[in-house]
Protein backbone atom coordinates (compact mmCIF):
# COMPACT_ATOMS: atom_id res chain seq x y z
CA UNK A 1 0.00 0.00 0.00
CA UNK A 2 1.09 3.69 -0.59
CA UNK A 3 1.29 6.38 1.98
CA UNK A 4 -0.46 8.84 -0.62
CA UNK A 5 -4.44 9.56 0.25
CA UNK A 6 -6.47 7.99 -2.46
CA UNK A 7 -8.85 10.75 -4.45
CA UNK A 8 -8.92 13.30 -6.93
CA UNK A 9 -6.32 15.00 -8.46
CA UNK A 10 -7.91 17.16 -11.45
CA UNK A 11 -11.26 16.41 -13.38
CA UNK A 12 -11.67 17.62 -17.14
CA UNK A 13 -15.63 18.73 -17.82
CA UNK A 14 -17.05 16.58 -20.70
CA UNK A 15 -21.30 18.02 -20.68
CA UNK A 16 -23.39 20.30 -18.37
CA UNK A 17 -26.58 19.43 -18.48
CA UNK A 18 -30.18 19.84 -16.60
CA UNK A 19 -29.91 16.86 -14.82
CA UNK A 20 -26.04 15.48 -14.77
CA UNK A 21 -22.79 16.50 -15.72
CA UNK A 22 -19.77 14.41 -16.67
CA UNK A 23 -16.29 14.62 -16.20
CA UNK A 24 -13.19 12.78 -16.86
CA UNK A 25 -11.57 12.29 -13.57
CA UNK A 26 -8.13 11.93 -12.89
CA UNK A 27 -7.57 10.09 -9.84
CA UNK A 28 -4.85 8.15 -7.47
CA UNK A 29 -6.14 4.88 -6.51
CA UNK A 30 -4.72 3.25 -2.97
CA UNK A 31 -2.37 1.15 -4.39
CA UNK A 32 -0.67 5.15 -5.76
CA UNK A 33 -1.30 4.55 -9.27
CA UNK A 34 -3.20 6.95 -11.37
CA UNK A 35 -5.56 6.91 -13.38
CA UNK A 36 -8.78 8.69 -15.95
CA UNK A 37 -12.52 7.37 -14.32
CA UNK A 38 -15.50 8.78 -16.45
CA UNK A 39 -17.84 10.34 -13.48
CA UNK A 40 -21.67 11.80 -14.06
CA UNK A 41 -22.28 13.96 -11.24
CA UNK A 42 -26.09 14.03 -9.71
CA UNK A 43 -27.12 16.52 -7.49
CA UNK A 44 -29.22 13.23 -5.88
CA UNK A 45 -32.79 12.35 -4.53
CA UNK A 46 -35.17 12.27 -2.33
CA UNK A 47 -37.65 9.15 -2.65
CA UNK A 48 -40.53 7.89 -0.86
CA UNK A 49 -42.19 4.88 0.36
CA UNK A 50 -45.71 6.03 0.77
CA UNK A 51 -47.74 3.70 3.48
CA UNK A 52 -51.82 3.86 3.11
CA UNK A 53 -52.30 2.02 6.44
CA UNK A 54 -50.83 1.05 9.41
CA UNK A 55 -46.76 0.39 9.12
CA UNK A 56 -47.07 -1.92 11.96
CA UNK A 57 -50.57 -4.00 10.68
CA UNK A 58 -50.63 -7.32 9.28
CA UNK A 59 -49.88 -6.03 5.78
CA UNK A 60 -49.51 -2.21 5.26
CA UNK A 61 -51.34 -1.15 1.78
CA UNK A 62 -48.27 0.33 -0.49
CA UNK A 63 -48.44 3.56 -2.72
CA UNK A 64 -46.23 2.86 -5.88
CA UNK A 65 -46.35 4.33 -9.07
CA UNK A 66 -46.48 3.15 -12.70
CA UNK A 67 -44.40 5.32 -14.47
CA UNK A 68 -42.94 5.55 -17.98
CA UNK A 69 -39.16 5.54 -17.81
CA UNK A 70 -37.73 5.67 -21.46
CA UNK A 71 -34.18 4.58 -20.44
CA UNK A 72 -35.60 1.38 -18.97
CA UNK A 73 -37.64 0.75 -22.15
CA UNK A 74 -41.32 1.02 -20.68
CA UNK A 75 -42.94 1.34 -17.80
CA UNK A 76 -41.71 0.81 -14.42
CA UNK A 77 -43.03 0.50 -10.66
CA UNK A 78 -41.33 2.72 -8.77
CA UNK A 79 -42.01 4.95 -5.04
CA UNK A 80 -42.14 8.40 -5.77
CA UNK A 81 -39.11 10.14 -5.93
CA UNK A 82 -37.39 13.52 -7.30
CA UNK A 83 -34.49 16.11 -6.93
CA UNK A 84 -33.99 18.97 -5.22
CA UNK A 85 -35.49 22.25 -6.60
CA UNK A 86 -32.46 24.05 -5.23
CA UNK A 87 -29.15 23.43 -3.91
CA UNK A 88 -28.87 22.78 -0.18
CA UNK A 89 -32.95 22.11 -0.26
CA UNK A 90 -33.50 19.83 3.10
CA UNK A 91 -34.24 16.06 1.53
CA UNK A 92 -37.04 15.91 3.78
CA UNK A 93 -38.62 18.87 2.28
CA UNK A 94 -37.65 17.28 -1.25
CA UNK A 95 -38.89 13.99 -0.22
CA UNK A 96 -42.41 15.73 1.16
CA UNK A 97 -42.66 17.48 -2.43
CA UNK A 98 -42.33 14.97 -4.33
CA UNK A 99 -44.84 12.91 -2.40
CA UNK A 100 -47.67 15.32 -3.17
CA UNK A 101 -46.77 16.35 -6.27
CA UNK A 102 -46.88 13.06 -7.82
CA UNK A 103 -49.31 10.92 -5.78
CA UNK A 104 -51.49 14.43 -4.42
CA UNK A 105 -50.62 13.20 -0.66
CA UNK A 106 -49.55 14.69 2.18
CA UNK A 107 -47.17 12.96 4.85
CA UNK A 108 -48.34 13.44 8.50
CA UNK A 109 -45.18 11.53 9.35
CA UNK A 110 -42.11 11.39 7.23
CA UNK A 111 -39.19 8.89 8.85
CA UNK A 112 -35.59 8.64 6.84
CA UNK A 113 -34.52 5.01 6.29
CA UNK A 114 -31.79 4.76 4.50
CA UNK A 115 -28.97 6.75 2.13
CA UNK A 116 -28.05 4.44 -0.93
CA UNK A 117 -24.86 5.50 -3.99
CA UNK A 118 -27.67 4.27 -7.03
CA UNK A 119 -24.29 3.45 -8.95
CA UNK A 120 -20.92 4.50 -7.61
CA UNK A 121 -18.84 2.91 -10.49
CA UNK A 122 -19.34 6.05 -12.48
CA UNK A 123 -21.53 8.51 -10.36
CA UNK A 124 -21.85 10.17 -7.23
CA UNK A 125 -25.49 10.57 -7.33
CA UNK A 126 -26.86 9.36 -3.52
CA UNK A 127 -31.20 8.64 -2.93
CA UNK A 128 -32.60 9.18 0.64
CA UNK A 129 -34.91 6.96 0.83
CA UNK A 130 -38.38 8.01 3.32
CA UNK A 131 -41.17 6.24 5.08
CA UNK A 132 -43.98 8.24 4.66
CA UNK A 133 -47.18 7.23 7.17
CA UNK A 134 -50.48 9.45 8.27
CA UNK A 135 -51.15 10.33 4.39
CA UNK A 136 -53.58 12.62 3.41
CA UNK A 137 -54.94 14.18 0.47
CA UNK A 138 -52.89 17.49 -1.09
CA UNK A 139 -52.37 18.27 -4.51
CA UNK A 140 -51.19 16.65 -7.50
CA UNK A 141 -48.25 18.57 -9.46
CA UNK A 142 -46.67 16.46 -12.57
CA UNK A 143 -44.01 17.58 -14.41
CA UNK A 144 -44.22 17.81 -18.33
CA UNK A 145 -42.04 14.77 -18.66
CA UNK A 146 -44.05 12.60 -15.81
CA UNK A 147 -46.69 9.63 -17.07
CA UNK A 148 -47.47 7.79 -13.97
CA UNK A 149 -50.25 6.05 -12.45
CA UNK A 150 -51.15 5.17 -8.84
CA UNK A 151 -51.00 1.46 -7.96
CA UNK A 152 -51.80 0.43 -4.49
CA UNK A 153 -51.38 -3.09 -3.29
CA UNK A 154 -50.26 -4.77 0.29
CA UNK A 155 -46.87 -4.74 0.80
CA UNK A 156 -46.57 -8.99 0.57
CA UNK A 157 -47.74 -8.42 -3.07
CA UNK A 158 -44.83 -5.52 -3.86
CA UNK A 159 -42.45 -8.04 -2.07
CA UNK A 160 -43.76 -11.04 -4.26
CA UNK A 161 -43.22 -8.53 -7.50
CA UNK A 162 -39.54 -7.53 -6.31
CA UNK A 163 -38.88 -11.62 -6.25
CA UNK A 164 -40.08 -12.05 -9.88
CA UNK A 165 -38.44 -9.51 -11.30
CA UNK A 166 -41.28 -7.38 -11.83
CA UNK A 167 -40.69 -4.45 -9.85
CA UNK A 168 -36.89 -3.92 -10.62
CA UNK A 169 -36.16 -0.39 -9.89
CA UNK A 170 -32.94 -0.06 -7.12
CA UNK A 171 -34.38 2.65 -5.20
CA UNK A 172 -37.69 1.16 -5.11
CA UNK A 173 -36.44 -2.83 -4.24
CA UNK A 174 -34.23 -0.69 -1.68
CA UNK A 175 -37.28 1.41 0.03
CA UNK A 176 -39.78 -1.52 0.02
CA UNK A 177 -37.37 -3.80 1.44
CA UNK A 178 -35.86 -1.58 4.12
CA UNK A 179 -40.09 -0.51 4.89
CA UNK A 180 -40.81 -4.03 4.96
CA UNK A 181 -37.81 -4.66 7.74
CA UNK A 182 -38.80 -1.57 9.64
CA UNK A 183 -42.77 -2.40 9.84
CA UNK A 184 -41.97 -6.04 10.92
CA UNK A 185 -38.86 -5.13 13.40
CA UNK A 186 -41.51 -2.22 15.45
Not at 12 to 36: K, Y
Not at 88 to 100: I, K, M, Q
Not at 105 to 132: K, N, S, Y
Request: include cysteine; proline fraction near 7%.
Amino acid sequence: MSDVEPGLISSRPIHQGRIVNLAIDTVRFPDGSTGELEMIRHSGAAAVVPLLSDPHGDDPQVLLIRQYRYASGGYLLEIPAGRPDRPGEDWEVCARRELEEETGLVAGRMTLLTTIFTTPGFTDEQIRIFLATDLTAGQHKLDPDEFLDPVVMPISEALERIRSGEICDAKTVCGLLYAAGYSLSR
